[in-house]
């Protein structure tokens, strides 16, 4: 593999605020809107189009940076145009990518999203080329300073890095767990303090299809807390056997594509300020109902007011 490029080493610039790590994909996505999400090879002409920020983790970063967090992303990029359009973004939604590391010869994620009239989606991604897997040019001198870390499945040597330093000195720890890549789970259950696993993947990794058996047995096999997202159910957790609940806000919904990022963002921000999980949750289930209510992309993620003004009672 050829030597990373990144951008200097800058310490937060902040004092005083909540400070956050989020390591894993970052996507440069195109939304498609379309009448009906195809079932078979058809020709049909699309609604709308736009181009925005993708990716887990780059996605949680842009979701507490918009909820008032200092926020920084820490992934591989190529050295292409694509990345450029990833870095440019998250600099616009404040995130720092001093911790970006740009590959020569490899290809930046890139993603094509499907959107129906009802919101519903169809997710296609490409997740990059030659990035390589070390972990060793991680700034994690930097994890001193912070107050929680969130990282994805898809780079999960990066992701045992960041737990291990974050465990190192008693940092809040998450890990957002799906499907794409079962593995690299198995390999992370050990380590974060807590485990958001999508539906999918709890009930893959435990071979239980009722999420309340999936987490109890879920719970034996991880360190940490064990919840799931589950949609419009909301979000369950398991303490001590028992089985926990937060339901989701009802909302009209114009694009899904992403709530559960913004969930794990805000849910890492909630956990960071010393949250409960239970008032950590709603606040992130308030920051994805807003997100799927206001349209698609990075440009939607809602502002802290919004999320208070709608935890409080208020509209979506």
């Not at 330093?165 to 974060?192: F, Q």
């Not at 849910?267 to 289930?285: H, V």
Request: hydrophobic share 40%.
């Amino acid at each position: 593999m050829e030597a990373h490029e990144s951008a200097p080493l800058k310490e937060f610039e902040k004092t005083g605020s909540t400070r956050i790590v989020t390591l894993g994909n970052a996507f440069l996505d195109t939304i498609l809107y379309l009448p009906e999400i195809p079932d078979k090879p058809t020709k049909m002409r699309v609604m709308d189009v736009k181009m925005t920020g993708g990716g887990i983790a780059a996605t949680a970063a842009c979701a507490a940076s918009k909820l008032g967090a200092e926020v920084s992303y820490w992934g591989r990029l190529g050295v292409d145009e694509v990345g450029d359009r990833i870095v440019e973004r998250l600099s616009q939604c404040g995130v720092k990518t001093h911790g970006v590391a740009r590959v020569k010869g490899g290809r930046s994620p890139m993603g094509t999203i499907l959107v129906d009239q009802g919101g519903e989606r169809t997710a296609l991604g490409f997740i990059g080329r030659n990035l390589g897997d070390e972990a060793d040019w991680l700034p994690l001198e930097d994890v001193s300073g912070l107050s929680g870390v969130l990282a994805d499945y898809s780079w999960w040597q990066g992701a045992v890095a960041l737990f291990e330093a974050a465990n190192r000195k008693g940092i809040v720890s998450v890990l957002d767990a799906d499907v794409g890549d079962m593995n690299a789970v198995h390999n992370l259950l050990a380590l974060p303090e807590h485990l958001v696993f999508s539906a999918a993947c709890l009930r893959r990794l435990t071979d239980h299809s009722d999420l309340s058996d999936a987490l109890r047995k879920a719970d034996g096999m991880c360190r940490g807390v064990v919840s799931v997202t589950d949609g419009e159910r909301g979000f369950f957790w398991c303490a001590d056997g028992q089985i926990h609940h937060v339901p989701a806000f009802k909302v009209d919904p114009i694009d899904t594509n992403g709530a559960g990022d913004i969930f794990h963002g805000a849910f890492t921000l909630g956990l960071s300020e010393k949250m409960t999980i239970e008032e950590a949750a709603r606040f992130a289930s308030a920051a994805a109902a807003l997100k799927c209510a206001c349209g698609s992309g990075w440009e939607s993620i809602p502002d802290r007011q919004q999320v208070e003004t709608l935890i409080n009672g208020g509209n979506a």
